[in-house]
């Protein structure tokens, strides 16, 4: 018997191969996406679903399921060796981790496969072939957009584009974080009518303008938060801190502080801000508990997204919820959820003139600065707030699952 997909509760399998939501975040590898699959898990169990994550088994003493909240477990799948590794080195062990979800999806098949991430897309296309399941892939981040900035410094596996072509041939719905990500999937000769988009979303209650805040100097507090890669572009904060005599800047992100010293990046933009003359002005604290990432935020004046690219960027809506105004790199996602001038300010990437020009106006003008951050929080609260993001993704599940009439496409959504 066929069910009845229009309404009543679904079985969700989200699958993050290298993003668990259990991970803690600030390395290389833990960022965005782990934060995106842990909240949409969360608020699609909010509606009534029941939702499993599926991530690599990267520690010998996981247990096989982790109750992370009710209606969301994770599961840890067996692929490759039982300890962490760079995302870049999976793929081998991708045909393995597909064959553990044929395996249970055979016993226990979900209503819908929803993939993040590349590889995990290649994972998932594996069982949902041999089980004829429906399944919809959001990229998150595309090889063409990291190749075309990191040229020969990306190290992806040569065959990743070809890959992330042949998932989005294969599934049955992309669904793409932002209005760029929809132009860079057709330019990859994928179908635009099988594109929805659905942004990321922020915890609205965790970041709000009202709570504690780090304590401040006196100085004009600049911030930039996120993985301590050189493509988030810290580099070009510190270049912008020394056209702004006045400001200081923390930086946050990267191993934890007791372990910063070990780290290159953190090694390159300290002899930078040395060479600047801004050592004084410039203060790292490392990767902080998320508990703590409000409290910097809701402090500064400003909050700084210099990508050099951004497939989606959560930091920017983290920091319009705090109230707090954003001067962001007007690349991927920052393009749609920063709006110039009413939330912010968006600048051309790699550009630290740019950047300390736009930074020094709102500095100067307390008045117009506080009304960026009044309209931001209200521009999450409208737009990115989780509920709204997985009521939007359910709309995408049910149209996938929905019969269609022969020759009926959906088109790209907002």
């Given at each position: 018997m066929?069910?009845?997909?229009?309404?009543?509760?679904?079985?969700?399998?989200?699958?993050?191969?290298h993003a668990s939501?259990?991970?803690?975040?600030?390395?290389?590898?833990?960022?965005?996406?782990?934060?995106?699959?842990?909240h949409?898990?969360?608020?699609?169990?909010d509606?009534?679903h029941?939702?499993?994550?599926?991530?690599?088994?990267?520690?010998?003493?996981?247990?096989?399921?982790?109750?992370?909240?009710?209606?969301?477990?994770?599961?840890?799948?067996?692929a490759?060796?039982?300890?962490?590794?760079?995302?870049?080195?999976?793929?081998?062990?991708?045909?393995?981790?597909?064959?553990?979800?044929?395996?249970?999806w055979?016993?226990?098949?979900?209503d819908?496969?929803?993939s993040?991430?590349?590889?995990?897309?290649?994972?998932?296309?594996?069982?949902?072939?041999?089980?004829?399941?429906?399944f919809?892939?959001?990229?998150?981040?595309?090889?063409?957009v990291?190749?075309?900035?990191?040229?020969?410094a990306?190290?992806?596996?040569?065959?990743?584009i070809?890959?992330?072509?042949?998932?989005?041939?294969?599934?049955?719905?992309?669904?793409?974080?932002?209005?760029?990500?929809?132009?860079?999937?057709?330019?990859?000769?994928l179908?635009a009518?099988?594109?929805?988009v659905?942004?990321?979303?922020?915890?609205?209650?965790?970041?709000?303008?009202?709570?504690?805040?780090?304590?401040?100097?006196?100085?004009?507090?600049?911030?930039?938060?996120?993985?301590?890669v050189?493509?988030?572009?810290?580099?070009?904060?510190?270049?912008?801190?020394?056209l702004?005599?006045?400001a200081?800047?923390?930086?946050?992100?990267g191993?934890?502080?007791?372990?910063?010293?070990?780290?290159?990046?953190?090694?390159r933009?300290?002899?930078?801000?040395?060479?600047?003359?801004?050592?004084?002005?410039?203060?790292?604290t490392?990767g902080?508990?998320?508990?703590?990432?409000?409290?910097?935020?809701?402090?500064?004046?400003?909050?700084?997204?210099?990508?050099?690219?951004?497939?989606?960027?959560?930091?920017?809506?983290?920091?319009?919820?705090?109230?707090?105004?954003?001067?962001?790199s007007?690349?991927?996602?920052?393009?749609?959820?920063v709006?110039?001038?009413?939330?912010?300010?968006?600048?051309?990437?790699?550009?630290?003139l740019?950047?300390?020009d736009?930074?020094?106006?709102?500095?100067?003008?307390?008045?117009?600065?506080?009304?960026?951050?009044a309209a931001?929080?209200?521009?999450?609260?409208t737009?990115?707030?989780?509920?709204r993001?997985?009521?939007?993704?359910?709309?995408?599940?049910?149209?996938?699952?929905?019969?269609?009439?022969?020759?009926?496409?959906?088109?790209?959504?907002?």
């Amino acid at each position: 018997m066929t069910r009845d997909h229009r309404a009543g509760a679904l079985t969700i399998a989200l699958v993050s191969e290298h993003a668990s939501p259990l991970a803690v975040l600030g390395g290389v590898d833990a960022g965005g996406q782990n934060v995106h699959v842990a909240h949409l898990a969360g608020a699609l169990a909010d509606r009534g679903h029941r939702v499993a994550v599926y991530t690599r088994r990267d520690a010998p003493d996981l247990p096989a399921r982790v109750p992370l909240r009710p209606g969301v477990e994770v599961r840890h799948v067996p692929a490759g060796p039982a300890r962490a590794l760079p995302k870049d080195e999976l793929l081998p062990y991708m045909p393995q981790f597909g064959r553990h979800l044929e395996g249970e999806w055979e016993k226990e098949p979900p209503d819908l496969i929803h993939s993040h991430f590349w590889m995990s897309g290649v994972a998932a296309l594996q069982a949902t072939r041999a089980l004829d399941l429906p399944f919809a892939h959001t990229y998150h981040a595309l090889g063409t957009v990291k190749r075309r900035h990191q040229k020969d410094a990306d190290t992806s596996p040569p065959d990743r584009i070809a890959w992330e072509t042949k998932v989005g041939e294969g599934c049955d719905r992309i669904i793409a974080t932002c209005h760029d990500e929809v132009a860079e999937l057709t330019a990859m000769g994928l179908c635009a009518a099988r594109v929805s988009v659905v942004p990321c979303g922020v915890d609205t209650a965790r970041f709000t303008p009202e709570g504690p805040t780090v304590p401040r100097t006196g100085r004009p507090l600049l911030a930039q938060v996120g993985r301590l890669v050189p493509r988030k572009g810290a580099a070009v904060s510190i270049e912008a801190l020394a056209l702004l005599p006045d400001a200081e800047l923390v930086i946050a992100g990267g191993p934890p502080l007791a372990r910063l010293d070990e780290d290159p990046e953190a090694g390159r933009l300290r002899r930078l801000a040395h060479d600047l003359g801004v050592t004084d002005r410039v203060r790292f604290t490392g990767g902080l508990p998320c508990e703590e990432v409000p409290a910097l935020l809701r402090a500064a004046d400003v909050v700084l997204c210099p990508a050099d690219y951004e497939p989606f960027g959560i930091v920017p809506l983290e920091a319009m919820g705090c109230g707090t105004p954003v001067v962001a790199s007007a690349v991927g996602g920052q393009q749609d959820t920063v709006a110039d001038p009413g939330t912010g300010r968006l600048v051309p990437p790699g550009d630290p003139l740019a950047l300390a020009d736009a930074v020094a106006g709102l500095l100067a003008d307390p008045e117009h600065r506080a009304a960026c951050g009044a309209a931001g929080r209200r521009r999450v609260l409208t737009r990115y707030g989780w509920d709204r993001v997985a009521a939007a993704t359910e709309t995408v599940y049910r149209e996938v699952l929905a019969p269609r009439p022969a020759g009926t496409q959906s088109g790209v959504t907002a």
